[in-house]
Every structure is written in structure tokens, then in C-alpha cells.
């Protein structure tokens, strides 16, 4: 898959966000297990990382487990559990070749211990990479994000550290799980729902939202390629006004 390189198109998005949605429903559509359908997202997750490490992606982020996935079935979250396990065991070699850096946001210590131990080491593992940066989010979600950050504003302004006028949005930035990342350029989500879904929602202010019907374990390199060209097509103002209106 190439890239459209015309001078005259904006430059990549520097940081993609993906809602992964639909792996039940891929399974449910072939008369297979829905743990089929997270095993196929998965393998999804290796394609569509590779394709943004070779076009020169700077940071993806995969809405992997969100905070409100625990109520799911405790056979389907006990699955989701081990996938990280058994995703990065057989993946991160080929990250380490592909100079990939492996990052979380969420609460990971809530995680079970060995899918605990399969994120740090595949993070101590990848840390001097310097290519792309893929952060899976786990046991994420958006308000909690932001209350967790309004909790450590409001430590430190009791120690002292902060005052009242120093809180301004680029200081609050400062303190999400996000700190070290730029805001998404771009976020995606399958299956065609038509929801942010707890994701990334203080940082997706200004993002420019793709929304497909397609499911994910079928959403393909071609159609992400598709959405980059329209990205860079369009006119991002950041609540200004359009030029010359």
C-alpha cells in the first residue's frame, strides 16, 4: 500500500487513534465464538501496526480494554486478558525488528499479574526503540482519566505546588496518562457506531473523527489509507474560521 505523497496534501497524521469495535459481531456474523472474533481483531492489531510503522506513523493509540469492559461475560474478560499475553509473546520480536515502542494508558495495575508482566516486559523490551509508538489503552476510559488528573491537581495545590491560576488546559494536559503524546490527529472507529465511547475525550477536542461500518478483524490497510488521504485533504481550523471566510 502506498501513500499519496502530493505536495500539495497536508502531512500525515502524526498520532492515529482507533476505536477497535466489532470483533463480536464478526464472530456472531460467521457462527463462531466471540472469542474467535477477539483472536481475529488481534491479528488485525499486527496488520494495521505494521502498516503505520512503514508509512511513517508517528503514534498509534488502540482502544484495546476499556474501564466499562469488566461487565462483559467473565469467560469473554478472562479471554481479553490472556490476548495481551499471547499477542505480545508472538509479536514482540517483530516489534523490536520493526524499531516499534510498545507504551499503555489505564489503569494496568488492575490487570492480572501475568498480563501485567507481558505489558512491562514487552515496555522495558522496546523502550530505546524510535519509530513508531503504539499505546494500547488498558483498562482505560476518558472521565476517569480526567478526574484521576484533577485528584493529583488537587494534591499538589495542597502541597503547595500549584496554585489556583496556574490550572489552565495546557497544565491539565500535563497531568493525563497522555502527557507524553501529542493530541490524536485523527481518531477511527469500526463497525459503525457513532460514539467516542469513553476514548481519549479531553485530547480528541480538535481530532478529526472517521467513522466505518466495516468490522474490525476486516478493516484493512487499504481503507486506513483511504482515511489518511481524506485526512489530509481537509481543513483543520481548531474552532477558528475557514481561510478566507
Not at 506513523?57 to 469473554?76: D, H
Request: charged share 30%; proline share 4%; aromatic share 10%.
Amino acid at each position: 500500500m502506498v501513500i499519496d505523497n502530493d505536495e500539495e496534501k497536508k502531512p500525515l497524521p502524526s498520532h492515529i487513534g482507533i476505536i477497535m469495535d466489532g470483533n463480536g459481531r464478526y464472530a456472531k456474523q460467521r457462527n463462531l465464538p466471540r472469542i474467535k472474533g477477539h483472536s481475529e481483531g488481534m491479528e488485525n492489531v499486527k496488520r494495521i501496526t505494521t502498516f503505520c510503522s512503514n508509512i511513517g506513523i508517528k503514534y498509534l493509540t488502540l482502544y484495546a480494554f476499556s474501564t466499562e469492559n469488566w461487565t462483559r461475560p467473565r469467560s469473554e474478560v478472562n479471554f481479553l486478558m490472556r490476548l495481551p499475553i499471547d499477542f505480545l509473546s508472538h509479536f514482540l520480536p517483530e516489534l523490536i525488528r520493526e524499531n516499534v515502542r510498545v507504551k499503555t494508558i489505564g489503569d494496568v495495575h488492575a490487570l492480572p499479574k501475568n498480563t501485567q508482566r507481558a505489558v512491562s516486559e514487552a515496555i522495558e523490551s522496546t523502550q530505546q526503540n524510535t519509530g513508531l509508538t503504539l499505546i494500547f489503552a488498558l483498562n482505560y476510559g476518558g472521565r476517569d482519566e480526567v478526574v484521576q488528573a484533577i485528584k493529583e491537581i488537587y494534591r499538589d495545590m495542597n502541597d503547595n505546588k500549584l496554585s489556583l491560576d496556574d490550572i489552565d488546559t495546557n497544565l491539565i494536559d500535563n497531568y493525563l496518562m497522555t502527557r507524553e503524546y501529542p493530541d490524536p490527529d485523527m481518531i477511527i472507529r469500526t463497525s459503525g457506531e457513532y460514539r467516542l465511547s469513553n476514548f481519549l475525550l479531553w485530547q480528541s477536542s480538535y481530532s478529526e473523527l472517521f467513522f466505518t461500518d466495516t468490522l474490525w478483524p476486516d478493516f484493512s490497510a487499504e481503507e486506513l489509507s483511504q482515511m489518511i488521504d481524506d485526512y489530509r485533504k481537509r481543513e483543520r481550523r481548531f474552532g477558528g474560521l475557514k481561510k478566507g471566510g
